[in-house]
Structures are given as structure tokens and as C-alpha cells.
């Protein structure tokens, strides 16, 4: 099998062969510390070696529970936020037919995701979509507190059991959680419910080949065996041995550091395959929560082209010079889409007649890369021969990997996120819950 390639040429001008010779100790500094386990944040590094630790147990264990659910449940919603859901809805979305949610007779459940958002709209939207459906669910929360997923699954929990009865219901809820502690843990421990662990040393955004991505991919009928090769495969191509001009991970890391070394500020992932709209998305929280802390951090975007060509491409092509763009390009499409010619011809579109779909796609990839190029925006363009298990597993892993070097580039902790807790502390106290009546008077000060 071939390995995604990663073609640095159209950021030379910024990052030059010389650029590159002075930060790789750097680089190859932040390799050492990942798999030498002395670096900030060593106690999250179980995603380290995780695609070649999986064992048939747990791969077996995974397949056999997501057989049951997808027997006995026509939709499955999948509960959780930020890395509880957006590894697997990445893949699932990425992998999946685009209509696949409309198609009948299906061999495979429908899968549907809450808990990533308080939108009362959409909870009651997705509950009233419910009320007459068979469905299950897959809660994923290390402590089952966490408020989105909380509400979500309270409410979800409540309607299957009032439909199916609580003894129904158990055998259609799957909880991935904490080994031992949390109120997840507790609840699902009383119920019954089928159980799968999160480790402790995994963090969420690096989470997607634990249960908690292999789990609702697996439900979703893809191979996670083949997505785990993928990843265990890069693996070994970014190793600690692996000398650093042949390294893609270490490479994408230190020449993007460079970049924002001269001011470059703001990284666009950009994509030409609508079905990887999820993984941008997860490639955000991926960068973002990593990267963002200390005053320092390459700010993260996406674009879905030629989509967004027709709305952010005036800014990318002559907006403020503080960006670059990393293309994830799809060698091969899944399926044949031919131009027909016309005789009327009045779109004049016959000399595109006999072509892919994709032929046209490619062109448009190429003159953009060229055109931003030419307009002052380095392009990293990575590239994967087809969208499947096995590539996305390996893109998955390089770029978390990538991001694990690139932290400690930027001196920074890469797998923690105290930021976050900011706006938890300020919204519990505005809801006046129990433990923050001193944060409530503060707060309430201020308004």
C-alpha cells in the first residue's frame, strides 16, 4: 500500500531548504521528547504508539457490540462534543454515500449526533424526529457531567426508555467512558449498559482510534480494522528513527512553524472533497486546542473548495498576507461521473465533454494552488491515493503526530486545554449552580 505524500514545494519561497536545516533540530528535539515521554503533557501520549497496541480482543469486542446495535436500532445518535464526536463523525461522513441518510432498505443504521451543541431547536427536532423510530444510542463522556452531552443524553435516555421500556432501552445504549469514576461510569455501571473505556492517557482530540471513534464507526459498518492499519502504517513512517527528511509528520510540523515565524498567523486546511468537510473540522480542534495557549499558536481555518472559491477566495487570493493553505487532495475518486455533450451547447460546456468530474475538480485544484502561490500564500498539499479506511487512518495519524511536534516547537504543552474551562466557570455561575455562589456574585457584579 502506498503512503500519503506530502509536497512542500509551494511554500519554498517562504521556507527555504536553509529555513528547514535550522529549525530541524528543533523538529527532531520534539520527536525525541514524544516518544521519550520527558515532554510537557507526557501523561496524554497513549495515542503515541496506539494503532500497533490494539489487540484482537478489542477490535473483536468493538465489532461484536456494533453487530448488536446495528440489529436491534434503524438510527443510532451518537452523544458527545469536540473529540467524543468529531473523530468518528469524520470518518463516518467521510466514508459514507452523501445521500446515505435518505437511501431505504439499508444495511446499516442512520447515524445521528447530539450533545455538540445546547441548540434547543435541534434537540427538539432531533426528539421529535425519534418519537416513532427505532433507535440507539452511544454516550461518550470521561465524566458524564460535561453540560452538552448531559442535557442531550438526559433527554435522549428519557425517550428511549418511556418508547421501549428500561429493559429494552439497556440493550440499545452504549457507554463509553471512564474506566472506573464518573457519573457515566456510575450510571451505566446500575443500568447495564455495554461499556468501553476511554484511557486516562488519551485526550479527546487525539481520541478517534479509541471506542470513542471506533465504536460509532464501526456501528456505522466500516472497517476499522483497515482504518487502524492505516494509522499503525504512519506509525512507522513518522517513528522516532525514521531520519527527519523522510519523516512527512516532522517535516509538515517544522516547515509550518517556520511559516508563522514570518508571520504567518493563520493556517487554511483546505479540502476539494465535500465528504471531508468533518474531517476539517476535527483537523481544527486537532491545531486549535493544541497550539492555542501562552500567547502563541497558528490559528486554524477551513474551506471547502470550489465551494468557498465563490465566498473566501477574494480574501485568500489579495485579503491581509498572514495566512498559508495545507491541501488534502483525494488522488482517486470513489465513483465515475462523466460529462455528456450537448448539442445545443448553450453553456458552452462541450469542450468539457467526455470528461470526469474529477478531471475538472483537479484542474481547479491546480490553477487555485497556483493562483495562491502567485498571490503570496504558501500551499502545503498533502495527498492521499483514494478516501477510504485504510487513508484516512494514515492521515489521521499524521497529522496528530504533526501536532504533537509542532507543540513542543512552540514551547507550548500540546494536550492540555485550560482555556476552556473559562467560559464553564462564567456560564455555571450565570446558572446559578451549586458550588459557584461566589463566582455568581462576581460575576453578577459585573453586568
Not at 56 to 69: G, L, N, R
Not at 127 to 134: A, G, M
Request: one cysteine or more; aromatic letters at 8%.
Amino acid at each position: 500500500m502506498e503512503n500519503l505524500k506530502l509536497d512542500t514545494a509551494r511554500v519554498k519561497a517562504l521556507a527555504s531548504d536553509a529555513d528547514l536545516k535550522a529549525i530541524k533540530a528543533d523538529a527532531e528535539a520534539g520527536l525525541k521528547k514524544l516518544h521519550a515521554g520527558n515532554g510537557l503533557g507526557n501523561d496524554f501520549l497513549g495515542w503515541l504508539n496506539l494503532p500497533s497496541s490494539i489487540t484482537e480482543a478489542e477490535f473483536a469486542d468493538i465489532e461484536a457490540a456494533a453487530k448488536q446495535m446495528r440489529e436491534v436500532a434503524d438510527y443510532v445518535v451518537v452523544v458527545g462534543i469536540g473529540g467524543s464526536y468529531l473523530g468518528a463523525r469524520a470518518v463516518i461522513d467521510g466514508l459514507s454515500n452523501s445521500f446515505d441518510y435518505l437511501i431505504r432498505d439499508r444495511k446499516n443504521p442512520v447515524m445521528l449526533f447530539a450533545g455538540q451543541n445546547i441548540g434547543e431547536d435541534y434537540t427538539a427536532d432531533l426528539l421529535e424526529f425519534l418519537q416513532d423510530k427505532s433507535f440507539g444510542i452511544v454516550v461518550i463522556s470521561k465524566s458524564g457531567t460535561t453540560t452538552e452531552p448531559a442535557i442531550a443524553f438526559r433527554l435522549l435516555k428519557e425517550l428511549i426508555e418511556k418508547k421501549d421500556g428500561k429493559a429494552a432501552a439497556q440493550k440499545k445504549i452504549i457507554a463509553v467512558t471512564d474506566k472506573a469514576k464518573g457519573a457515566l461510569r456510575t450510571l451505566a455501571t446500575q443500568e447495564g449498559y455495554k461499556t468501553f473505556v476511554i484511557p486516562d492517557n488519551v485526550g479527546g482530540r487525539f481520541s478517534v482510534l479509541t471506542p470513542v471513534g471506533l465504536v460509532p464507526i464501526a456501528i456505522a459498518g466500516f472497517d476499522i480494522r483497515k482504518l487502524v492499519a492505516g494509522a499503525k502504517d504512519m506509525e512507522v513512517a513518522t517513528g522516532e528513527n525514521v531520519p527527519f527528511e523522510q519523516n512527512p509528520s516532522a517535516i509538515y510540523a517544522a516547515t509550518r512553524n517556520i511559516l508563522n515565524r514570518k508571520g504567518k498567523e493563520i493556517e487554511i486546511l483546505v479540502n476539494y472533497q465535500p465528504k471531508l468537510h468533518y474531517f476539517t473540522e476535527w483537523w481544527k480542534q486537532l491545531f486549535g486546542e493544541s497550539e492555542g495557549k501562552d500567547g502563541k499558536g497558528i490559528f486554524p481555518a477551513g474551506v471547502d473548495f470550489t465551494t468557498d472559491l465563490h465566498s473566501m477566495g477574494q480574501w485568500i487570493q489579495e485579503g491581509v498576507r498572514n495566512i498559508f493553505e495545507t491541501v488534502v487532495s483525494v488522488k482517486n475518486p470513489n465513483r465515475k461521473c462523466v460529462i455528456p455533450s450537448d448539442e445545443a451547447n448553450l453553456d458552452s460546456l462541450n469542450f468539457l465533454a467526455g470528461k470526469r468530474i474529477d478531471e475538472v475538480n483537479k484542474m481547479a485544484e491546480l490553477g487555485t494552488l497556483i493562483a495562491h502561490t502567485d498571490g503570496g500564500v504558501p500551499n502545503f498539499r498533502v495527498e492521499i491515493p483514494e478516501l477510504n479506511e485504510y487513508y484516512l487512518g494514515q492521515l489521521i495519524y499524521f497529522f496528530e503526530k504533526a501536532c504533537g511536534i509542532s507543540g513542543y516547537i512552540l514551547d507550548v504543552n500540546p494536550f492540555n486545554q485550560p482555556g476552556v474551562e473559562a467560559y464553564k466557570k462564567n456560564m455555571f455561575a450565570l446558572l446559578e449552580k451549586p458550588g459557584y455562589e461566589e463566582a455568581t456574585k462576581a460575576i453578577k457584579a459585573r453586568l
